[in-house]
């Protein structure tokens, strides 16, 4: 077997109702100042007030930033971090989707040691300590709370990575009850950036490892089974618990066995069209898993097996069709845009989409197949 390291975010509580008690948490740990990160979208979901509330119930003080914004800009991290040192904080909540734990992660980083992005930027450059970190995810999901990378957009229009061992948070609490609110359409872009992770982890071609591997299939068959369900009726718990748990899995699977091509090219379409992260996955993901059919078939053929007993003696070439035709039909059976020209892209656009899915060759190098500009240029004029 080829040797391998794996890491992972250390405690995990998976309970409904959870996020009402972290003060237990905190208290064990020493610490008396919360400092919640969040997005004004969950404000207005009315999921912030009880958590912070239940904090303050017990004793300790608690602080709502709430000005989080999609993709995090690069200044919204540093006025993060400089109004968690401002409170004295001594721990961070992440509470909300991806963009709220993303930067939780580098405000609980930068709020106890200053340093500058630009230097952090990349793998393993970051320096510790940092503040103590619990992560709350309210979206199924980028499984931000399982991974080392904080992803952030720098103001030439590249969102850029700072991946480090320190930004696992000490603690992911999946609770349900936080997801049920969220609409059909996020719903489905997040459930679908989630089957992306445990696609290309299951896939790539570097770190591929079985613990992320063993991840990546329970991953697929939790989302596979619930997705539709969790979109029809946002209410069915059990469905939602379902997601996060898939959603987690995927991404202890995907912080050791990285993401490629189908997130190098849904990165241009976040930073030049501000498609939503899950969204801009979903549109490109199809022509990509047919692109790479070549190199990855008998991969897509196991995960084919895996989420339908049915395909157990089909060959690998009839079981790999039909997993790509039900990741496609996850994608056709949402109620979010299908195709390019839905989301503001112009034909005359996909060349320098293109070109700039190029410069994200950190992604890239994971493929199973090697892709060049003029292979991105196809799958973009195919889903165009
Ligand atoms: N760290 C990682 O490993 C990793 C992996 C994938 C993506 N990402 C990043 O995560 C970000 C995307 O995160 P996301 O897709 O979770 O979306 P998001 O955090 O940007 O949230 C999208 C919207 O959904 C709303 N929302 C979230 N949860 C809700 C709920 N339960 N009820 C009602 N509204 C809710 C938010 O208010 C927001 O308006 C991007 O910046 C992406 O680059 C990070
Ligand atoms: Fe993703």
Redesign the pocket.
């Known amino acids: 077997m080829p040797s391998f390291q794996f890491e992972t975010t250390p405690r995990i509580v998976c309970e409904r109702g959870a996020a009402l008690k972290l003060a237990q948490t905190l208290q064990a740990g020493g610490q008396r100042r919360a400092f919640i990160v969040t ?4 404000v ?2 009315g ?1 912030v007030e009880a958590p912070a509330a239940a904090l303050r119930a017990a004793g300790l003080h608690a602080t709502v930033y709430d000005r ?1 914004e ?3 800009p690069e200044h919204v991290v540093l006025e993060a971090a400089q109004a968690a040192r401002d409170d004295g904080a001594d721990c961070v909540i992440g509470l ?7 930067t939780a ?1 580098l405000v609980a980083l930068l709020a106890a040691r200053p340093q500058r992005l630009e230097d952090i930027y990349g793998v393993q450059r970051a320096a510790g300590p940092r503040l103590p970190l619990i992560q709350v ?3 199924a ?4 709370e399982a ?1 080392p ?3 952030v ?1 720098t103001p030439d229009h590249q ?1 850029r ?1 700072v991946i480090s061992s320190l930004l696992y948070p000490d603690l992911a609490v999946l609770d349900a009850e ?6 059909a359409g ?1 719903t489905a ?2 459930g679908i ?1 989630a089957m992306v ?1 445990a696609i290309e982890a299951y896939t790539t071609r570097h770190r591929k490892n079985p613990i992320s591997d063993m991840l990546a299939v329970r991953a697929l068959q939790l989302l596979h089974a619930h997705l539709g369900r969790a979109v029809a009726d946002g209410s069915d718990i059990a469905a939602r618990e379902a997601m996060l748990l898939g959603s987690l899995l995927a ?1 202890m699977a ?2 050791n066995a990285p993401v490629a091509a189908i997130h190098a090219l849904a990165h241009p379409l ?1 930073s030049h069209f501000h498609v ?3 969204l801009a996955n979903a549109l490109v993901m199809a022509p990509t898993l047919v692109f790479n059919l070549p190199a990855a078939g008998h991969l897509y053929a196991e995960l084919g097996r895996a989420l339908d007993p049915a395909l157990r003696d089909a060959a690998d070439a009839e079981a790999a069709q039909a997993f790509i035709a039900a990741m496609r039909g996850h994608v056709q059976g949402s109620p979010i845009p299908q195709r390019l020209r839905e989301v503001g892209v112009g034909e005359a656009d996909l060349p320098v989409l293109a070109e700039a899915a190029m410069t994200v060759d950190r992604l890239l190098m994971n493929n199973p197949r090697e892709l060049a500009q003029r292979d991105a240029l196809a799958i973009y004029t195919q889903a165009f």
């Open positions: 997005d004004p979208g969950l207005r979901a999921l989080v999609a993709d995090p909300g989707g991806g963009s709220s734990l993303d992660k995810p309210t979206t999901g980028t499984g931000s991974t990378t904080a992803v957009s969102k990575g936080l997801t049920a609110a969220l609409p996020p872009m997040t950036d992770h991404g995907f912080a976040g939503p992260h899950g």
